[in-house]
């Protein structure tokens, strides 16, 4: 197990292709789970266009699921690499539009020729 501010010494590509498929399956799962929160982030507001309500519970289920399953992705990253996650780490609920697919651009940076 790492210490905190300890450089870890595994990466995914030290893992047996098994535990590499369990990693990824757990990432896929949070991408998924913070996709299902995306109808309830709203959009434009418009003049004289209603806004329909959102069921709050469906809605705390959502999140609740992203909660999880970032909570799994992170146990398995300890358990597979030795990774703890870092205390001043926010949760993927505060941070989900680092998975929306429209944000995909700001993921690539030009380089400089």
């Known amino acids: 197990m790492s210490k905190p501010l300890e450089k870890p010494t595994r990466t ?4 047996a292709p098994h535990d590499r498929a369990r990693l990824e399956a757990v990432y896929n799962k949070l991408k ?10 709203g959009g434009c507001l418009e003049p ?10 469906d809605m705390a ?5 992203v909660s999880t399953a970032e909570e799994n992705l992170w146990r398995l990253r300890e358990e597979l690499l030795g990774w703890r996650r870092p205390a001043w780490s926010p949760p993927s609920t505060q941070l989900l539009d680092w998975f929306c697919e429209e944000d995909a651009a700001y993921d690539s ?4 020729d």
């Open 12 to 15: 995914s590509g030290d893992l």
């Open 32 to 41: 998924a789970a913070a996709r299902a929160t995306q109808e309830f982030r």
């Open 61 to 65: 289920l959502a999140y609740s699921k």
């Open 109 to 112: 940076f030009p380089t400089a």
């Open 48 to 57: 004289g266009k209603n806004v329909e309500p959102m069921s709050a519970r």
